[in-house]
């Protein structure tokens, strides 16, 4: 199964691909797979297969030289009464193809590492430019809010001056004594 990661349409390609990394990763696991030995209870690929048996020897030996004629070849081995543990290192064949395996598995790793990276990223980015958008709009805002706040104290100052201005005194003249 293949996966396809699409850059462009809700992710932004940050980290590009990189040959070397490819390269570190691929003889990372070269190297764990050189190091590692299959068994039961560690099934990961490895070079070694551990095989233990707890039957008489001559059942054992049956039993191993089927391996044997299947190409392995002995690198260890243990023998006690009713157990024999050996170490037999896969034949060259196999040992390429699982080592083509593991590249296969290196470059979907690095693919889906480097996608999740991307993501935390695009993540990131996204939060920057959202705060600074909101920073930019409270600025924006303040700006506005003081504007306002002059005009208001402008509006307020001019009522309040005419509210309380005292009307002018005007000399009463006798045509208006006579009215009276």
Request: aromatic residues 8%.
């Given at each position: 199964?293949?996966?396809?990661?699409?850059?462009?349409?809700?992710?932004?390609?940050?980290f590009k691909h990189t040959e070397q990394e490819l390269q570190k990763l691929t003889k990372d696991k070269e190297t764990a797979y050189f190091r590692h030995c299959t068994s039961l209870a560690y099934p990961?690929?490895?070079?070694?297969?551990?095989?233990?048996?707890?039957?008489?020897?001559?059942?054992?030996?049956?039993?191993?030289?089927?391996?044997?004629?299947?190409?392995?070849?002995?690198?260890?081995?243990?023998?006690?009464?009713?157990?024999?543990?050996?170490?037999?290192?896969?034949?060259?064949?196999?040992?390429?193809?699982?080592?083509?395996?593991?590249?296969?598995?290196?470059?979907?790793?690095?693919?889906?590492?480097?996608?999740?990276?991307?993501?935390?990223?695009?993540?990131?980015?996204?939060?920057?430019?959202?705060?600074?958008?909101?920073?930019?709009?409270?600025?924006?805002?303040?700006?506005?809010?003081?504007?306002?706040?002059?005009?208001?104290?402008?509006?307020?100052?001019?009522?309040?001056?005419?509210?309380?201005?005292?009307?002018?005194?005007?000399?009463?003249?006798?045509?208006?004594?006579?009215?009276?």
């Open positions: 199964m293949t996966t396809q990661y699409n850059y462009g349409i809700d992710t932004v390609e940050f990961q690929q490895g070079v070694n297969v551990a095989w233990v048996s707890e039957k008489p020897l001559t059942a054992a030996l049956n039993e191993l030289a089927g391996w044997m004629i299947a190409g392995y070849t002995v690198v260890t081995s243990v023998s006690q009464p009713l157990y024999l543990s050996v170490n037999l290192r896969k034949p060259q064949k196999m040992i390429e193809d699982d080592l083509l395996i593991v590249a296969d598995e290196a470059k979907a790793e690095y693919a889906a590492s480097r996608y999740a990276r991307n993501v935390a990223e695009t993540r990131r980015q996204m939060e920057i430019t959202i705060t600074r958008r909101a920073r930019e709009a409270a600025v924006e805002a303040a700006k506005v809010a003081a504007v306002h706040q002059v005009s208001e104290e402008e509006f307020a100052l001019a009522d309040l001056l005419k509210a309380y201005r005292k009307p002018p005194k005007t000399k009463a003249t006798k045509s208006d004594e006579v009215a009276a």
